[in-house]
């Protein structure tokens, strides 16, 4: 607040001697000569200037205009202006009188008209410039405080995804603790790598594509060996596809929601695909899996509901989500992610 005020005064008191200083190289262009006792009351007008707009300033403050829409504030604005620009013109007059320099004249309609006019377009043009600083100073508050509560909300998410995918991980190692401990062992390591890169994840809004699948192959080998021969997966990523930043465990969540409502349900298991390719500046991600869709699931689902609020936060309106039943076997869960938004 300190350095808000400082800057404040010196941009007054800058600007109100530059103006006065106009006035005097102006007059002497015009005359082709200096006189002092008319610079000093152009600096003294000038002074009157600064004192009147900042009081002008404190009135704001104190009866809160610069809170109101511009419709209201307007009348405002340009009723104050006219209240403060007649009596500029009398003090010019007055300190002229007693500088002994005053002309007969100076008090004619036309000449206080006149002046009164010049008085007002420079007062208007200091207090656009006020509430424009201001405005802009508010917008840049409002889109700082926008960009907090996304990351509040993104960090939310985040914290969310994890223990989630732990415990899902966890209960799948349990299921072959007992069955087959060589392959639990061989799930702990794919568990392991899922971890580290959960927690370098952490660190990081927006991760690569590449990282993220990785991530989903650990997953994958995971429930592979749970599944056996139930589960077949396939994995098609091009090179470009893989560059592009996505929200970590994003993709992950959505194939597993995929294995967990889908192809766990089904006696022979099923098949899951994984696709991603680009289309003009979007990330076209396709994951198909073995099953039948059931409404409640595509609102209630834990993984889709995280997904949809993720990409509504970052991407606004630019990325697209869509699940539903491809065909009478199949399950389409398609995710378009801009590359620039």
């Known amino acids: 607040?300190?350095?808000?005020?400082?800057?404040?005064?010196?941009?007054?008191?800058?600007?109100?001697?530059?103006?006065?200083?106009?006035?005097?190289?102006?007059?002497?262009?015009?005359?082709?000569?200096?006189?002092?006792?008319?610079?000093?009351?152009?600096?003294?007008?000038?002074?009157?200037?600064?004192?009147?707009?900042?009081?002008?300033?404190?009135?704001?403050?104190?009866?809160?205009?610069?809170?109101?829409?511009?419709?209201?504030?307007?009348?405002?604005?340009?009723?104050?202006?006219?209240?403060?620009?007649?009596?500029?013109?009398?003090?010019?007059?007055?300190?002229?009188?007693l500088l002994q320099i005053y002309r007969p004249g100076l008090l004619s309609p036309t000449n206080i008209i006149g002046n009164s006019i010049g008085n007002f377009f420079i007062l208007l043009v200091w207090?656009?410039?006020?509430?424009?600083?201001?405005?802009?100073?508010?917008?840049?508050?409002?889109?700082k405080y926008e960009v907090a509560n996304k990351r509040m909300e993104l960090d939310r998410l985040k914290s969310q995804l994890n223990p989630h995918f732990i415990f899902n991980a966890l209960n799948s190692i349990r299921a072959l603790v007992d069955e087959d401990p060589k392959r639990s062992k061989q799930a702990i390591n794919h568990l392991s790598n899922m971890l580290r890169s959960s927690l370098s994840a952490?660190?990081?809004?927006?991760?690569?594509?590449?990282?993220?699948?990785?991530?989903?192959?650990?997953?994958?080998?995971?429930?592979?060996?749970?599944?056996?021969?139930?589960?077949?997966?396939?994995?098609?990523?091009?090179?470009?596809?893989?560059?592009?930043?996505?929200?970590?465990?994003?993709?992950?969540?959505?194939?597993?929601?995929?294995?967990?409502?889908?192809i766990s349900k089904l006696k022979k298991g099923g098949h899951l695909y994984l696709k991603a390719s680009m289309e003009n500046s979007f990330l076209v991600v396709e994951i198909r899996n073995s099953g039948?869709?059931?409404?409640?699931?595509?609102?209630?689902g834990y993984g889709i509901k995280n997904t949809v609020q993720r990409l509504k936060i970052i991407y606004r309106n630019k990325a697209a989500f869509k699940i539903s039943n491809e065909n009478k076997n199949m399950v389409l869960t398609l995710v378009r992610i801009p590359t620039k938004w």
């Open 202 to 262: 952490d660190k990081q809004a927006l991760i690569p594509m590449g990282e993220e699948v990785q991530t989903v192959k650990d997953y994958l080998a995971m429930e592979t060996i749970r599944f056996e021969e139930r589960l077949s997966t396939k994995i098609e990523v091009t090179d470009k596809a893989k560059k592009v930043l996505v929200p970590p465990l994003m993709i992950q969540t959505l194939v597993e929601n995929g294995i967990k409502h889908g």
């Open 1 to 97: 607040m300190e350095k808000k005020q400082k800057a404040y005064w010196f941009i007054q008191i800058i600007g109100w001697s530059l103006y006065a200083l106009a006035l005097i190289l102006g007059g002497y262009l015009v005359s082709g000569k200096f006189n002092p006792k008319i610079a000093f009351a152009i600096f003294i007008e000038a002074l009157f200037l600064l004192a009147t707009t900042h009081f002008y300033r404190y009135v704001n403050k104190k009866w809160g205009w610069l809170h109101l829409p511009v419709l209201k504030l307007l009348p405002k604005m340009l009723s104050s202006i006219v209240l403060m620009a007649v009596p500029i013109y009398f003090v010019r007059v007055l300190v002229s009188y």
């Open 292 to 300: 039948q869709l059931k409404e409640p699931i595509a609102q209630d």
């Open 127 to 143: 207090t656009s410039l006020y509430y424009a600083f201001h405005y802009f100073e508010r917008y840049n508050l409002s889109l």
